[in-house]
């Protein structure tokens, strides 16, 4: 079998049905507002997400940065968890472009935010204090280990938010897994948030890109900023084309992935000294190995056609279209030989 590559669900590569759309694609200039397959995307995107209006960005961290630089003013200060993905992940990109200040609250292990803890954290209007532009929530909560918020976990944090006027965001760059986890539609995940975002070139299969989703008004402004960090693309309906193929016909198939990372850790959990932490929800899976440092092992693993990341002291596996269980067996008895190797 050839390498194995766990890395990240973005390694997907575009549908055959993908390559189709792209093909026939009816394109325009969409800086000019004129293709017409990326209305055709931002709008039913903002439909499933229960939105006014869609803005296909080039990425997550495109996404969050123009929904942060569009809700905010330079100085404000953006509330996000502790092991957000915008905190750690994403270059700093509000402090650097947005001029925000990035106030973190402790999560708990699902990815939650205490009602208590942001209330607190929520500065009163002062002289002296920085405002609190924002709220973000994230959805699957990656660094948690792709777990799940659910619509009442969404809807706690952002009453919070509400009652100070301040408006909430949801990075949901995952969001469909969770929606898929929790049988439930996106929509409803979304609904407590003013904006929310979500991957298209991750377990959905497309090659690039993101849409952000909010009410009209909001969805003009973050047009500007897209503009303004260069995310105006010409004919994009090439990457819209995928887009639509991608919320027809690779949402539902995500329970598959999450099949499989659930039988990835079952087998994980049977080699020698392997610690899940946690059992996965969706389909991203972490653990650390007695004796093991991660760096080494993820060296070890990929010497074994294994690939794999590190994430801290963890080693991080997902799984995604192109791992069945065949993949998954194998990736297992792999690390098993690795193990034993080095004893
Ligand atoms: C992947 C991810 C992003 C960023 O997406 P990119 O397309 O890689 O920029 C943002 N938030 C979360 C939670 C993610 O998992």
Redesign the pocket.
Known sequence: MDTIDLRSD?VTRPTPAMYEAMACAELGDDVLGDDPTVRRLEEKAARLLGKEAGLLTA????S?LVAMLAHCQRGDEVIVSSEA??LH??VGGAFAMGGLGLRTIPNDEQGRLDPAALAAAIRPRSPYHPPTGLVCL?N???RCGGTVLTEQDTAAAAAVAHRHRVPVHL?G??IFNAAVALGVPAERLARPADSVCF?L??GLSCPIG?VLCGSREFIDRARHFRKMVGGGMRQAGIIAACGLVALDAMVERLAEDHENARLLAEGLATLPGVRLSPPPQTNIVYFTVDGWDAADLVRRCSQAGVLCLTEGRRVRMVTHRHIGRPQVEEAVERLRRVLAAHA
Do not use: P, Y
Request: glycine share 4%.
């Open positions: 973005t990425s997550g961290t495109m969050n993905h915008i992940h994403e994230e699957t909560h990656n990075d760059a995952r991957s070139s991750k993101s």
